[in-house]
């Protein structure tokens, strides 16, 4: 099977387990992309943890889950944003202001929303999480 979009494919089944109630999660295949994420995820609690592992010649991420994400998704198209744009994304991707995150991609690497808005940076819009 072809795996078109490899951050959406990761997400969702974040979603999914955190609704089953699983505790580990193993994401498979690895990209750089999908460890920036991970590592915004668990700086501000949403995952416990995660580690790259490697099984024979396969990579992949073994994320522990701690129950706290409701949603978590892809931002698609991926909007570019400017620095006093953030507003109109927050209320339409995130349930209240200052609940949630946004993950955007900038000049100066993959932050949160609310870190390229003190830093006064645009970027392009890839995923949320609440």
């Given amino acids: 099977m072809v795996m078109n979009d490899i951050l959406a494919s990761a997400l969702t089944k ?13 994401i498979s295949p690895v990209s750089g992309l999908v460890a920036g994420i991970l590592g915004i995820l668990k700086k501000f609690g949403y995952i416990e943890g995660y580690e790259k592992v490697k099984e024979g010649n396969k990579l992949s991420f073994h994320v522990k889950l701690n ?4 949603k978590c998704g892809v931002i698609k198209p991926r909007y570019s944003i400017k620095k006093d744009d953030f507003e109109r994304f927050e209320k339409r991707y995130l349930p209240s202001k200052d609940m949630g995150i946004m993950v955007v991609t900038t000049v ?4 949160e929303h609310n870190a390229a808005k003190k ?9 949320y999480c609440y």
């Fill in 14 to 26: 974040i979603k999914q387990y955190e609704k089953l109630g699983r505790s580990v999660c193993i």
């Fill in 67 to 70: 129950g706290n994400i409701n």
């Fill in 108 to 111: 100066n690497g993959i932050m």
């Fill in 119 to 127: 830093k006064q940076l645009g970027g392009r819009l890839i995923a």
